[in-house]
RNA sequence: GGCCCGUUGGUGAAGCGGUUAACACACCAGCCUUUCACGCUGGCAUGCAGGGGUUCGAAUCCCCUACGGGUCACCA
């Protein structure tokens, strides 16, 4: 049995996008499965598209990701080069073939020509097609427009009244008949290759067994298999997912702003990879049998478990809420210290700490994540959920000034800020514990009574987590501070 | 418009001729907790797009319709 091999050719013209890294996903897993290799291949044929950095960017996007390739531009390989553009003497080789079996042909048309042409048909209601105008001009008619100084494109001749069917791993058998395919274009004017004959020439000679791709591939496949056929190759095996879809049920565009789409945008956002991947992953596919039940998947689970026949014929919905909570369990079976080494940089960004924190205030951030840790959806979100440590005073809500208007509350506070003055342990948990218990006694307030005047006189909130190991980490002085503060202009605070 | 693909609850989905149609997200309720979050327990969802067949029996097989999507580029 021959070495799997798959690819993932993206185009320079973007950042990652999630469809893509899924595609890659799905290429990679089958590789490692089978023990092969995988490939990334730039397709960087459209230079009004490209943009400089978006190869880079894609690339680092997709180690980010944990997909790994065994050959491409940055380490090389057996079938370099691995970028389009450098591969033009391939092309020319394959291309002279053709036109020299009569399998391709020059077209003279222009833009305009071709553009009226086109919709002339739609105007008619026919569906848009090459008419084949330059299809049998003789030499002289082709000498005529060389000397009008047009230099002519080189256009496949697609047989007539034959029946070309795709063996879809995914889909089965598609047919489609040829009759409905025009000539299309393989090579522009300037020379480069188009897509369709790029892709065959490079998916042979680098040997790819399957291609894996999107849907939207589905009907260039007829035109890639009949490429194959006319150079002599033998087609890879076909794989087509379906599309990713917005929560609209529509195709997502790029500039859809209803959801994030880039996978760089998820990393800065404080996403995990694992979690992406584990997420993306099952987006149209599921693993078989009882192992459908669960969700939450290793890389190394997937490659065992992943195959190209449980690949979903049916289009998935984006849907974020279940990225976050896949994301969530991520983080909270993560280290503390991996997720304060990811929050870092955030609340530094937010101007709250330095980006080099180091000894005791880096072992405070580590405590301060440590209390946010399970609830975090995404690692940015540490900096609003924090936000009440890093200001001076506390900022009351509704629902706090509601608790501190309440009976009692200032006898409370009071009795709370005498026994922190008056003790001289060092401020730790366990000892506001104890502090607190003698406020008890003092006050005879408990339970609610106690709690939550404190916690709203300190932290301005009634909701938060564990009280203590909070107000330990805001410090001593910063407790006692807000809670005179609040004694002080308890009346205003209230009125505000 | 032609060709092609698809359609299981709000979402991801299992299901492969006989099931009370899994599981997960979301949602709701209860428990836990000083509160929130986490967690646990339970519930809801009145789901097989519609219509015809085939069959003793259909979410599962066939046909039609509807709807959604893809494609028909000198974009990939």
């Given at each position: 049995m021959t070495k799997v091999r798959t690819r993932y050719a993206p185009s320079p013209t973007g950042h990652l996008h999630i469809g893509g890294a899924r595609t890659a996903l799905f290429n990679y897993l089958w590789a490692r499965k089978n023990g092969g290799s995988f490939i990334v291949r730039i397709e960087d044929t459209d230079l009004e598209r490209n943009l400089s950095d978006a190869e880079k960017k894609q690339m680092e996007a997709l180690k980010w990701l944990?997909?790994?390739?065994?050959?491409?531009?940055?380490?090389?390989?057996?079938?370099?080069?691995?970028r389009s553009m450098e591969r033009l003497h391939l092309y020319e080789t394959y291309l002279k073939k053709l036109i020299d079996s009569q399998k391709a042909y020059p077209c003279y048309c222009t833009q305009e020509e071709l553009d009226a042409e086109r919709e002339k048909q739609l105007a008619e209601g026919v569906?848009?097609?090459?008419?084949?105008?330059?299809?049998?001009?003789?030499n002289e008619e082709r000498i005529a427009f060389e000397k009008e100084g047009r230099t002519p494109s080189i256009r496949f001749r697609v047989p007539e009244g034959r029946t070309i069917t795709v063996q879809d791993e995914v889909r089965g058998e598609v047919r489609f008949e040829t009759d409905g395919i025009g000539d299309f274009i393989i090579q522009r004017p300037d020379g480069r290759p188009t897509y369709n004959f790029a892709v065959v020439v490079d998916d042979a000679l680098m040997e790819i067994t399957h291609v894996v791709r999107a849907e939207e591939h589905l009907s260039n496949t007829p035109r890639q298999i009949l490429l194959y056929e006319a150079l002599g190759f033998t087609p890879p095996v076909f794989a087509h997912a379906s599309l990713i879809l917005n929560p609209e049920g529509k195709k997502m565009s790029k500039r859809d702003e209803s959801i994030i789409q880039f996978i760089d945008q998820y990393r800065d956002l404080g996403y995990l990879p694992e979690s992406l991947v584990n997420f993306l992953v099952l987006l149209g596919w599921a693993p078989e049998g009882?192992?459908?039940?669960?969700e939450i998947f290793s890389k190394e689970e997937l490659i065992d478990l992943f195959?190209?026949?449980?690949?979903?014929k049916a289009p998935a919905v984006f849907d974020s809420g279940k990225l976050k909570w896949m994301n969530n369990a991520y983080i909270k079976a993560s280290s503390l210290e991996r997720i304060t080494e990811l929050a870092i940089p955030h609340l530094a960004k937010a101007g709250r700490?330095?980006?080099?924190v180091r000894g005791e205030e880096r072992e405070w951030v580590k405590r301060l994540v440590g209390l946010y840790q399970e609830q975090l959806d995404y690692v940015a979100q540490i900096v609003d959920l924090t936000e009440m440590f890093f200001r001076d005073e506390a900022a009351y809500s509704d629902e706090a000034k509601q608790v501190l208007s309440g009976e009692h509350v200032s006898e409370v506070i009071a009795a709370f800020v005498r026994q922190l003055e008056s003790s001289e342990e060092a401020f730790t948990p366990d000892h506001v514990k104890k502090l607190l218990k003698a406020v008890q006694k003092e006050t005879g307030q408990k339970g609610k009574n106690l709690f939550m005047p404190v916690r709203a006189a300190v932290t301005g909130e009634v909701h938060g987590p564990d009280l203590r190991e909070s107000m330990t980490l805001l410090g001593k002085e910063k407790v006692i501070a807000r809670l005179k503060d609040f004694l002080d202009r308890k009346p205003q605070i209230l009125s505000e």
């Open positions: 944990g997909i790994e390739w065994d050959e491409s531009v940055d380490v090389g390989g057996p079938h370099a080069p691995y569906a848009p097609k090459y008419s084949g105008r330059c299809r049998h001009l003789s009882e192992k459908a039940e669960e195959t190209l026949k449980r690949v979903s700490i330095s980006e080099t």
